[in-house]
C-alpha cells in the first residue's frame, strides 16, 4: 500500500514539473503605421487665369521706358500681405537695377583699360577694379527712385508692381572723376583724350 502511495506521489510530482517546463506561447504584436498625410499640390492656372494675368500687367512694365542716362526696372511680387508684396518688389527692381549697373560701369573701366594701356601692368589693373568696385558699392547707396507703382488682387492675394530708375549717367561720371583723380590711372598717355571720349559718349547716349 505505501509502495502505491508513493508511485502516485511520484507521477504527480513529474506532471507538476513538466507543466512548469511548459514553453508559454509567444506574444505577437502588430505594429499599424499610421497613414501618412499627403498635402495636395495647389492647383495650376488655368489658360484663362494666365491669359487674365498677363491681360493686367501694367504698360510700363512690358515695355520699360527709355532714357539716355537712366536705368528702368520693373519689380514684380506676390504675397497674402500687401506690405510684404510691395516691399519684394521694391527689391526685386532693385536686385535687376543691380545688375544693369554692375554692367555699365564695368563696361566704361574695361573700355578706358583697354584704350589707354596694353593690359599687362598689374598696378593699372589692379587699380581699375578696385576703384570699379567702389564706385558699384557706392551706387548702392544713392539715387534709386521708385516712379509707378500699381497693386492687383490675385486669388486672394496681392501681385505688386513697381516700376524703379536709376541715373546711371550720373554713377558713370561719378567713375570718371575717380579715374582722373588716380595718378595711375590717369597717367597714361591716352587717358586725357580717352576720358574725354567717353564724356561725350555719355551725355550722347
Known amino acids: 500500500m505505501q509502495k502505491q502511495i508513493n508511485l502516485a506521489l511520484g507521477m504527480g510530482l513529474i506532471t507538476i514539473i513538466a507543466a512548469c517546463q511548459t514553453t508559454p506561447p509567444a506574444t505577437v504584436t502588430t505594429s ?12 495650376p492656372q488655368t489658360a484663362a487665369e494666365v491669359q487674365e494675368t498677363k491681360s493686367n500687367i501694367p504698360n510700363w512694365c512690358v515695355v520699360l521706358p527709355t532714357e539716355v542716362d537712366h536705368l528702368y526696372a520693373c519689380g514684380v511680387a506676390k504675397s497674402d ?8 518688389a521694391v527689391l526685386d527692381a532693385k536686385r535687376q537695377l543691380a545688375d544693369a549697373i554692375n554692367g555699365r560701369i564695368s563696361s566704361v573701366m574695361n573700355d578706358f583699360v583697354a584704350s589707354t594701356s596694353s593690359g599687362a601692368n598689374e598696378s593699372i589693373q589692379w587699380r581699375s577694379e578696385s576703384i570699379t568696385r567702389n564706385v558699384i558699392e557706392e551706387t548702392g547707396l544713392w539715387g534709386y527712385e ?42 597714361q598717355a591716352k587717358a586725357k583724350q580717352k576720358i574725354a571720349e567717353l564724356e561725350g559718349s555719355i551725355k550722347s547716349n
Open 81 to 88: 500681405n500687401l506690405n510684404f508684396a510691395r516691399r519684394r
Open 146 to 187: 521708385q516712379i509707378g507703382s500699381d497693386t492687383q488682387a490675385e486669388n486672394n492675394k496681392f501681385r505688386h508692381y513697381v516700376l524703379m530708375r536709376f541715373p546711371i549717367g550720373r554713377a558713370q561720371m561719378r567713375l570718371l572723376a575717380k579715374i582722373r583723380d588716380d595718378d595711375t590711372l590717369y597717367g
Open 32 to 43: 499599424v503605421a499610421p497613414a501618412s498625410t499627403v498635402t495636395a499640390p495647389a492647383a
